[in-house]
């Protein structure tokens, strides 16, 4: 019995056997199962790093709100130093020459430092800074010139140049050892310049406050929180601090979160390759920023516990499913495959086997069941057994006349494949026919466009034949204008030669006048050489001169009227001038269009060509498909013929068949009436 259920199971794929059914069925609550976990895992994950995120991002604004706090109370608290009009007058030297009035002073604002740094446990110390008088400091320094040790530094340059804002540093100060102190006794430096005088008030701030703010955020391992100041010092939880090889300040999402509008912000980055939740709060009234990094490791690493249960549970379920599929569908399978055995022998023809089922469910009902179907089955073989031996004379008869359909219906095949060729052959040349025709119907659609292309282009040209006629008549119009434009250049050229020698007759009579000039000063020399009466005769001469002198002057005046005629003259001749040079610039540009116009006219008539080209050629092909038509038609004609011929085939075939349909009737009720013995026997079942 073994052998043969492993044999009968090894005949049944492994999906569709029962056993397996039933373990995937009892698995499926168990995948609702997993889904449920996977949900809820999915969604506590969730609310958990929400949560987180949303605390974290509380902390590090309460943390921004206690650092506001506490500089603005540093500010408050010590802003007097820089309205006292003691110390004012003190830094503009008002006191210098009362020394102790000065000294005084001195010892009374150190003691007051002093006691602030002691009692106020926001500050380490306080610097009254100048170099015009000596600066009042919490600590022992004794370097002159204060105020510009800091003003050199990159910090102090910033805030030496802005009297009425306050500038917060970190500790990273070269002018530190000139101030007496060192980076590791502060976390921030406040910074602001007096109004009228040359001179600032620094205020260390206290190293324990920042330090405790910053330590207030649990980061997890891997995890970074910074205070960063506006000249990109890092200040970091464990006192520390950097300006080169930060953590913050070169990234690109501190960077946008620098240039951002918003206060406050979160998102995940990925920095070193590792995925982390970076916070920031911005210190708006102090250009300050606080910035966290939290590893995403950390975050998740609260939701472990819950991952871990529920993967427990869901592989817990999982067994437990499968155990029980597995014990319930052992039970089924012995059973059916006990079953399926005793109907195996039935199958074989042994009706004395009976099943005998032990279970007290719905398999033994099955099994009685089948014993009585046994039975019955038996009775009724017994009775089929005697019909059959009728049935079979009716079948020889049947045999007979079948053998006789079949020859005859051989003929109707032939037949009717003679008419599936002819109906096939007129098919094809059907469909050959209505292609020729889409053809051609195609083409003459292209004939119909071509034409109308060809009437578009005499359109067109027609237009440019126009604007060439057009550009034309311009430019001869502004030929005309040419013409008389130069004549007029060519006058006043003609007036300005007559002036020309009007200059030059004038010039040889102050040419003359000049011979008799000089002339008249050599007598003039030689009279004036001799006493007396030669004054006389150099009287004359003097005479003569003057009135050559007045020539030259009437023969300059003439040279300038002159002058002034040639200069209007030339004016004139410019004036022309430029005309002829717009009406130039216009039969240019009247000829470059007449000669777009012609090559548009040529493009339009290579188009044209192009256009009848194609009429000609589709013409051709409306004659080839009008002769491939007719030959399509001619062929269907011959097909019909066949056709034709077919079917009086096909009638004189079934004539011969209707005389074995005559006997197939007789035989058909002999065999109408075994059938009906047949049912009455198996009218006891019910089906």
Same mark, same amino acid.
């Given at each position: ?442 083409? *003459?659609? /292209?004939?119909?466009?071509? =034409?109308? +292309?060809? &009437? @578009? $282009?005499?359109?067109?040209? #027609? ?43 004038? *010039?040889? /009579?102050?040419?003359?006048? =000049?011979? +008799?000039? &000089? @002339? $008249?000063?050599?007598?003039? #020399? ?50 022309? =001038?430029? +005309? ?108």
């Amino acid at each position: 019995m073994n052998k043969k259920k492993r044999r009968s199971d090894a005949n049944i794929p492994i999906f569709q056997q029962l056993r397996f059914r039933l373990i995937v069925f009892f698995l499926i609550p168990a995948l609702c199962i997993i889904i449920l976990g996977v949900v809820s895992y999915q969604r506590a994950s969730n609310a958990i790093i929400t949560s987180y995120e949303t605390s974290a991002s509380q902390t590090i604004n309460m943390m921004n709100q206690y650092m506001s706090l506490a500089i603005d109370t540093v500010r408050t608290s010590y802003k007097s130093y820089l309205n006292e009009d003691d110390l004012t007058k003190y830094f503009q030297g008002i006191y210098d020459n009362d020394s102790e009035t000065r000294t005084n002073m001195n010892k009374t604002y150190t003691k007051e430092l002093n006691g602030n740094v002691n009692t106020d446990a926001l500050i380490s110390n306080m610097y009254l800074i100048s170099d015009s008088e000596p600066s009042i400091t919490s600590t022992s320094t004794k370097t002159e010139m204060l105020y510009s040790a800091y003003a050199d530094t990159p910090s102090g340059a910033m805030a030496k140049d802005d009297k009425y804002n306050y500038y917060l540093f970190g500790n990273q100060s070269s002018a530190d050892e000139a101030l007496g102190t060192d980076s590791s006794k502060y976390a921030l430096r406040l910074v602001r310049g007096y109004n009228k005088v040359k001179a600032m008030m620094i205020v260390d701030i206290n190293k324990d406050i920042v330090v405790n703010t910053l330590s207030s955020i649990e980061t997890g391992e891997n995890g970074y929180t910074a205070f960063i100041t506006m000249d990109g010092t890092e200040f970091y939880p464990d006192g520390s601090s950097a300006t080169s090889g930060t953590i913050f300040t070169e990234t690109d999402f501190y960077k946008n979160a620098l240039a951002s509008e918003e206060e406050h912000g979160r998102e995940y980055v990925t920095w070193q390759g590792d995925s982390y939740l970076f916070l920031y709060s911005s210190l708006t009234t102090h250009n300050a920023m606080i910035c966290t990094l939290i590893p995403r490791a950390t975050i998740i690493a609260q939701v472990a516990e819950i991952k871990w249960l529920t993967i427990i549970i869901v592989i817990a379920a999982v067994l437990i499913a499968t155990v029980l599929g597995s014990i319930l569908s052992g039970h089924i399978n012995k059973n059916i495959y006990q079953i399926f055995t005793q109907l195996q022998k039935v199958a074989s023809g042994d009706l004395t086997s009976r099943l005998n089922i032990k279970a007290k469910d719905e398999f033994k009902l099955l099994a009685e069941g089948v014993n009585v179907m046994i039975i019955n089955m038996k009775h009724l073989i017994t009775n089929v057994t005697a019909a059959s031996n009728a049935l079979t004379e009716s079948a020889v008869q049947v045999s007979s006349s079948a053998e006789t359909f079949v020859e005859t219906s051989k003929d109707i095949q032939e037949a009717i494949a003679e008419i599936e060729s002819g109906v096939s052959n007129l098919d094809e040349n059907s469909a050959d026919c209505m292609t020729q025709m889409d053809t051609l119907s195609g083409r *003459i659609g /292209s004939v119909t466009t071509s =034409a109308e +292309e060809i &009437s @578009l $282009l005499t359109d067109s040209t #027609s237009a440019s034949i126009e604007e060439g006629i057009s550009s034309m008549q311009n430019l001869t119009e502004s030929a005309k204008k040419t013409s008389q434009i130069t004549g007029n250049v060519i006058s006043a050229i003609e007036l300005l030669s007559e002036k020309s020698r009007s200059i030059g007759q004038i *010039i040889e /009579s102050i040419n003359h006048i =000049a011979d +008799e000039t &000089s @002339l $008249l000063s050599l007598n003039a #020399s030689i009279e004036a050489a001799r006493a007396g009466e030669a004054g006389r005769g150099f009287a004359v001469v003097a005479e003569q001169i003057r009135v050559l002198a007045e020539q030259s002057a009437a023969s300059a005046g003439q040279i300038q009227n002159i002058i002034d005629d040639i200069v209007n003259n030339t004016e004139d001749v410019v004036r022309i =001038a430029k +005309e002829a040079e717009t009406t130039v610039s216009s039969q240019e540009e009247a000829m470059q269009q007449t000669a777009d116009s012609f090559r548009d006219m040529d493009t339009q008539i290579q188009s044209l060509m192009t256009s009848l080209s194609n009429i000609t050629q589709n013409v051709e092909n409306m004659e080839q498909a009008k002769d491939a038509t007719l030959n399509a038609v001619e062929s269907i004609s011959s097909v019909s013929e066949q056709t034709a011929a077919g079917s009086s085939n096909v009638n004189r075939t079934v004539s011969a068949q209707q005389d074995e349909i005559a006997t197939l009737d007789v035989a058909a009720e002999n065999l109408r009436k075994k059938a009906e013995e047949l049912s009455e026997l198996l009218q006891q079942f019910t089906i």
